[in-house]
């Protein structure tokens, strides 16, 4: 079963589990990538009793599953700006887990639980993938570490925005998003860090929008710009998680890893 949202997947997993047929793993993008990978072995085990996968489109990504039928909940997601229906790619990578060569079944099946949605899937499945006519590009440190020295600065925020303001690149070519990492490079450049770290800062996956993630993160640079070197109980002390039992504890616990 697909779905797009944490409280969806929780939401759909209970309705599922609640009929008394089926006990369901789970896996989506913010789960730590130990844990998705130990809900999928589960899933995998023909042994266990959990035989329903509720997941995002994050099956899409690493996961070697053995999925007989893809069920969509819906066709739409919100990709943090808003919410729109997949696309042609996006129904065909996902729609692509059911039945893979070498996997217990070859052969899958896919489906809607809207009925609505089938003449999307059906179209989607039918239609040939767009050709990717541009790749997208980032500056390499070695360029910004030139660009820096020619403008004589160490300060990373000004130099990575003026190299994407002032960057001429051919028709096939496109500077990747970098709103997050001037996000993080205003952050950084706060501290007594070399340019190198700063960049190295820069590409941590941290989500801005998240402010533990965005405290941790915070704290971890200021740490390791005094010591040279972060222990993990400077910023975290173990014994003070618990299990969570609502969806705002499960996000924090997420946000925390």
Known sequence: MVTFSRREIYKLKKKIEMAGNHLCSVVYGSLPPETRTKQATMFNDEASDLNVLVASDAIGMGLNLNISRIIFSTLKKFDGICTRELTVPEIKQIAGRAGRYGSKFPVGEVTCLDAEDLPLLHSSLKSPS????????????????????????????????????????????????????????????????????????????????????????????????KKGTVRLKEIFTPGTLRVPTTHNQLQELESVH
Do not use: W
Request: proline share 6%; net charge negative; charged share 25%.
């Open 130 to 225: 767009p050709i990717i006519e541009r790749a997208g590009l980032f500056p390499t440190f070695d360029l910004l570490s030139v660009y820096s020295r020619l403008h004589g600065t160490d300060f990373l925020h000004p130099i990575l925005e003026r190299f994407l303001d002032k960057a001429k690149l051919s028709p096939d070519y496109f500077i990747a998003d970098c709103e997050d990492m001037l996000k993080v490079a205003a952050i950084v450049d706060e501290l007594p860090l070399a340019l190198h770290d700063k960049y190295v800062f820069c590409q941590s996956p941290v989500d801005v929008r998240d402010d533990i993630s965005t405290q941790g993160l915070t704290q971890f640079a200021e740490n390791y710009a």
